[in-house]
T-cell receptor
Framework: GESVGLHLPTLSVQEGDNSIINCAYS??????FIWYKQESGKGPQFIID?????DKRQGQRVTVLLNKTVKHLSLQIAATQPGDSAVYFC?????????FGSGTRLQVQP | DSGVTQTPKHLITATGQRVTLRCSPR?????VYWYQQSLDQGLQFLIQ???????AKGNILERFSAQQFPDLHSELNLSSLELGDSALYFC??????????????FGPGTRLTVL
C-alpha cells in the first residue's frame, strides 16, 4: 500500500483502548478545524470538524477538543479498533484553503 | 466513497513530459481544490477553483496549471515534469457556500511517477 510520510510520529495502542492524537496549529486566525483519516492508498477521509466558537465536539466514538489559548487540537478515539489504523491529519482553515499538519500514524495492536 | 472521482489512478511518465489529471467533484459542489502529497512534504494545497473561476492559490509551481470547466470538472496540467514531481495528487470538493470554511471531501488520488 501507499506509505504516507516515512517519518511520521507513531502512536501505538492496544485494541479496545482509547487513543489521543494531538495537533498544534499555527494560525491564530483559523476559525475552522478538521480531522482527516487517511488509510494506505486512499484519499483523506473526513472524521470530525469543529469551529473556533466551540471547545469540544463529539461524534461516533470520536471527540475533538480545541484549546485556542495554546493553539492545540486533539482527537480522541474511544475503544480503538484495528480499522482505525491509519494516518490522521488535522487541518486548519483561516479562510479559503486548508492547511494540513504533518500527520500521526495510529497503529492498533490486536 | 466520497463522491469525488479522479482519473487516472496511476500515471507513469518521463522527465520533461506533460500530463493532465482529471477530477469530478461531488454532485452539487462548486469548489474544487488540488493538493499534492509527497513523502517528505505532507499534503500541500495547490489551487482552488469555484464555479469555474480561480479562487485561491497555494504552493503551485509555474509549470503547473489548472482549470475548471462549465460542467464543474477540473483538470490539473503538469508540464516539464521533473523527478521531484512524483507524488500523489488529490482533488477535493466542498459544498456551495462553504468555500474554504467547510468540509472538503477528497477523491482517491492520482499517483504520478516521473522516471
Amino acid at each position: 500500500g501507499e506509505s504516507v510520510g516515512l517519518h511520521l510520529p507513531t502512536l501505538s495502542v492496544q485494541e479496545g483502548d482509547n487513543s489521543i492524537i494531538n495537533c498544534a496549529y499555527s494560525n491564530s486566525a483559523s476559525d475552522y478545524f478538521i480531522w482527516y483519516k487517511q488509510e494506505s492508498g486512499k484519499g483523506p477521509q473526513f472524521i470530525i470538524d469543529i469551529r473556533s466558537n466551540m471547545d469540544k465536539r463529539q461524534g461516533q466514538r470520536v471527540t475533538v477538543l480545541l484549546n485556542k489559548t495554546v493553539k492545540h487540537l486533539s482527537l480522541q478515539i474511544a475503544a480503538t479498533q484495528p480499522g482505525d489504523s491509519a494516518v490522521y491529519f488535522c487541518a486548519e482553515s483561516p479562510r479559503r484553503a486548508l492547511t494540513f499538519g504533518s500527520g500521526t500514524r495510529l497503529q492498533v495492536q490486536p | 466513497d466520497s463522491g469525488v472521482t479522479q482519473t487516472p489512478k496511476h500515471l507513469i511518465t518521463a522527465t520533461g513530459q506533460r500530463v493532465t489529471l482529471r477530477c469530478s467533484p461531488r454532485s452539487g459542489d462548486l469548489s474544487v481544490y488540488w493538493y499534492q502529497q509527497s513523502l517528505d512534504q505532507g499534503l500541500q494545497f495547490l489551487i482552488q477553483y469555484y464555479n469555474g473561476e480561480e479562487r485561491a492559490k497555494g504552493n503551485i509551481l509555474e509549470r503547473f496549471s489548472a482549470q475548471q470547466f462549465p460542467d464543474l470538472h477540473s483538470e490539473l496540467n503538469l508540464s516539464s515534469l521533473e523527478l521531484g514531481d512524483s507524488a500523489l495528487y488529490f482533488c477535493a470538493s466542498s459544498a456551495p457556500g462553504t468555500s474554504g470554511g467547510g468540509t472538503q471531501y477528497f477523491g482517491p488520488g492520482t499517483r504520478l511517477t516521473v522516471l
